[in-house]
């Protein structure tokens, strides 16, 4: 394939997975690792360092816009980062001992996993009653303002949700992806985080845990130019489109669809991660 | 018992700050992504690519020296790499700023905090890690 082929397909590619990314909330680099291997024959360690890239170009391009309406908790974010970039570094490190075929399959599991959660039922757990010591010597707990004035919320079991995002971290280094789905659990559920918040500072974190497992893929050579420059441009260019909008429209029947499109996927890479194929 | 961080309205005006320093961070790299982009088209256009399996010393841009190299020479690919560079370096710049603004509001547990994480990052920049 000619470079110039090569350069408009992924292109458009990465710009279809930014919008479809921003729109349903599952972020680019789900879709733009199976579109490099399955579709394109590109090796999943070049895959995963393009995707890294698109992740940190689009958690700081949204979270530039987040953070100026004031809801993400800087924090918390700063807090739970420490868990975070050690264990990115982590997966960063082991994934090149891991067979390239067990990688697809992991990264098969964790796309069945978000698809999962993104048609799911969301039920906001927060609540502003009994905070934990962790929570108060941390200063986590923080306001939100809402339609009704500003809205305390305090924040629960610190330790499991700490715990809940190395385990995040460790995947978002391994597979190249921002595992927003494994930090949605660790906020929403266990530390009972409102929405609005979680979502932000989780976004806000993302850049922060990829540009740490960025810089060990940048070392070892997994970050090539001729394939960072089109996912980076096309993906942002996408997700800047979609977060436009997203305002505007409802987007439940599109996250169906595209649940059904994540999950032929998941099990596209599993089989050619079994059959050796990746 | 008192929850909420003492000073909410001096963190609406790092968070403004913060969110500038971001999207400033995001152009900058974009645009020098795409400059490289072009000069990288423009003398490879015809040329055949092969990403089919992975190795380790093909780009040659694994190091900031090396990319630098290639940038005095005008070469389309180190100058995307340099773009990368930036953009990873955008979020580190947030928590270096982050360390700053928790110290003016004198919160030295975050200022620690912050450090922390700093280093961690930086000693991912030592390529002992890379075996």
């Given amino acids: ?278 | 018992m008192r929850k909420q961080s003492k000073n909410f309205f001096a963190d609406k005006d790092i968070q403004l700050i913060l969110g500038t320093l971001l999207r400033v961070g995001v152009i900058a790299s974009i645009s020098v992504v795409l400059l490289g982009g072009f000069i990288y088209l423009y003398s490879n256009y015809a040329g055949t690519i092969n990403y089919g399996k992975f190795n380790p010393d093909k780009s040659g841009l694994s190091s900031v020296a090396a990319i630098f190299h290639g940038m005095a020479h005008f070469d389309g690919s180190a100058i995307i790499q340099f773009g990368v560079l930036l953009l990873i370096f955008t979020p580190v710049a947030r928590v270096i700023f982050s360390v700053f603004s928790f110290l003016i509001e004198r919160d030295y547990l975050y200022v620690l905090i912050g450090l922390f994480v700093l280093c961690i990052i930086l000693y991912s920049l030592s390529d002992k890690l890379v075996g």
Avoid at chain 1, 9 to 27: K, M
Avoid at chain 1, 95 to 103: A, D, E, K, L
Avoid at chain 1, 137 to 164: D, Q, S
Avoid at chain 1, 231 to 250: D, E, N, P, Q
């Fill in chain 1, 1 to 278: 394939m000619s470079v110039l082929l090569f350069t408009v397909i992924v292109l458009i590619g990465a710009f279809l997975a930014g919008l479809v990314g921003s729109l349903t909330g599952l972020g680019g680099g789900v879709i733009i690792i199976p579109l490099l291997t399955l579709g394109l024959g590109v090796d999943i360690h070049y895959a995963i360092g393009a995707s890294i890239i698109s992740v940190i170009a689009t958690s700081s391009g949204s979270a530039a816009a987040y953070v100026k309406e004031g809801i993400t908790n800087i924090r918390i974010g700063m807090f739970l980062e420490i868990a975070t970039t050690i264990s990115a570094i982590l997966g960063a490190v082991i994934t090149v001992y891991i067979n390239p075929g067990y990688i697809a399959v992991i990264f098969g599991l964790i796309l069945l996993f978000s698809a999962a959660m993104m048609v799911r039922k969301k039920v906001d757990h927060s609540d502003n009653n009994t905070s934990g010591k962790l929570a108060v010597f941390f200063k986590l707990n923080g306001t939100y303002p809402t339609e009704n004035g500003v809205k305390e919320y305090a924040v629960h079991n610190v330790v499991g949700g700490f715990l809940m995002m190395f385990v995040a971290g460790v995947i978002s280094g391994l597979l190249g992806i921002g595992s927003g789905a494994l930090k949605v659990i660790a906020m929403d559920n266990i530390m009972r985080i409102p929405f609005k918040v979680s979502t932000t500072t989780s976004n806000f974190m993302m850049g922060v845990t990829a540009a740490a497992s960025a810089i060990v893929y940048l070392h070892r050579g997994q970050i090539d130019p001729g394939i960072a420059m089109p996912v980076t441009v096309g993906v942002l260019l996408g997700a800047t489109i979609g977060s436009k909008i997203l305002v505007k429209t409802k987007t439940d029947k599109l996250k169906i669809v595209f649940a059904i499109v994540v999950a032929f996927l998941a099990f596209q890479m599993i089989y050619n991660g079994l059959s050796g194929r990746l």
